[in-house]
């Protein structure tokens, strides 16, 4: 336990673990965390990730949870309602506008474009991320001959899709 208890102190001296912006890192780490600890009771879990937020946000938290308290409530929600403070609204908006604009820079290659499209995406497509990242990912390339061969095809994700114009890509790179 004193191994957990070590760990726990080393997120919050870091304040790593502060979820300040639109970045969900944080919960993703404590996963990492978890598995690390050896941790899989949810109680257990909740306990050391609320534990582990420090002091402002575990009191943000306290206060949108009112009338109830972040003991009181299961993890899923403690960490839902961290996001929807933590991502308003408007930032939605505005990272959906930056990702409509987004296309390939000159400077650019696939793999780049493919990451920098990928970072903005994240706040704004829930269900939808895939066809959103496919569909500006496309539109979005330099490159209109494979614009055009992607058109044609029946189904094309986004994943398989970047991995082949990336290997691509390489391999052209390679040659020359």
Request: proline share 4%; hydrophobic share 35%.
């Amino acid at each position: 336990m004193v191994g957990r208890i070590l760990v726990v102190e080393t997120f919050i001296y870091t304040g790593a673990l502060i979820p300040t912006s639109r970045d969900e890192s944080y919960v993703e780490w404590f996963i990492h965390y978890w598995k690390v600890t050896q941790i899989e009771d949810e109680s257990l879990k909740k306990s050391t990730f609320i534990t582990a937020l420090g002091k402002h946000p575990y009191k943000t938290l306290n206060d949108l949870l009112l009338p109830s308290s972040p003991g009181e409530q299961p993890l899923e929600d403690v960490v839902k309602v961290l996001k929807a403070h933590y991502t308003p609204r408007s930032q939605v908006i505005k990272y959906k506008f930056k990702f409509d604009r987004r296309y390939q820079l000159e400077t650019e290659n696939v793999s780049t474009f493919a990451v920098q499209i990928n970072l903005i995406a994240k706040c704004a497509f829930e269900n939808f991320l895939d066809d959103a990242l496919r569909d500006l990912f496309i539109a979005g390339l330099r490159n209109p001959a494979i614009q055009a061969a992607l058109f044609k095809k029946k189904e094309v994700y986004f994943d398989s899709t970047r991995n082949h114009y990336t290997k691509n890509e390489r391999s052209q790179k390679k040659e020359c």
